[in-house]
């Protein structure tokens, strides 16, 4: 993009137009590198989303950056390669959904460690005590959308609609408290389907 600096120069300041020019810009060739990568739309999604939100919280430097383009390229397969080795580590049985927290999840901790940790804690905490307890079974203890219903005494669909809520409102909550563009926030419900 030819004037790919000045956005960049934008971005540093906190621009989030200039942010959602160059996200749109460079979102499907990320899109396509994950792909290609991991052969999972979901996991795709999830590479694009943690790019962007490392661009993000690396805004600062981004004028810095002699070859964007190949910068944001780099990112992608790294975290792509991450989220392969997590999935040979947990077997080929692991679902997409179960893929996509595991990229999420250890991008969170690289980028921000026992900060973003302890903002997720007080996430959940401002969750109804069931969604919490299905996060929790979910997440942090691996249990099944099944095992978690057995375990609660509620159908796997609520278990499905407490999780998808509980997730929309961790991300929602990071987003404000990080001061992460709002697209991001919209973007979340995207990667929930």
């Known amino acids: 993009m030819p004037e790919e600096r000045e956005l960049l120069r934008r971005i540093a300041k906190g621009d989030e137009f200039a942010f959602q020019t160059v996200y749109h810009a460079y979102r499907d060739r990320i899109y396509a590198t994950s792909r290609k990568l991991l052969h999972s739309t979901v996991l795709a999604e999830e590479i694009v989303q943690d790019v962007f939100l490392t661009c993000w919280l690396k805004r600062e430097s981004l004028p810095e950056i002699e070859f964007f383009s190949s910068w944001l390229i780099g990112i992608a397969r ?20 179960d893929i996509a927290w595991i990229a999420d999840d250890r991008t969170n901790q690289e980028l921000l460690g026992k900060d973003m940790q302890a903002m997720v804690e007080e996430a959940v905490r401002r969750l109804s005590p069931r969604q919490a307890q299905v996060f929790r079974l979910s997440k942090e203890q691996g249990y099944t959308r099944e095992e978690i219903a057995t375990l609660m005494s509620i159908s796997p669909e609520t278990v499905k609609a407490y999780l998808a809520d509980a997730v929309r409102w961790v991300r929602a909550y990071l987003a404000v408290h990080m001061e992460i563009p709002a697209f991001f926030v919209l973007s979340a419900a995207f990667l929930l389907r």
């Open 78 to 97: 790294h975290r792509s390669f991450a989220a392969f080795n997590a999935i040979a580590k947990q077997g080929l049985t692991a679902t997409e959904e």
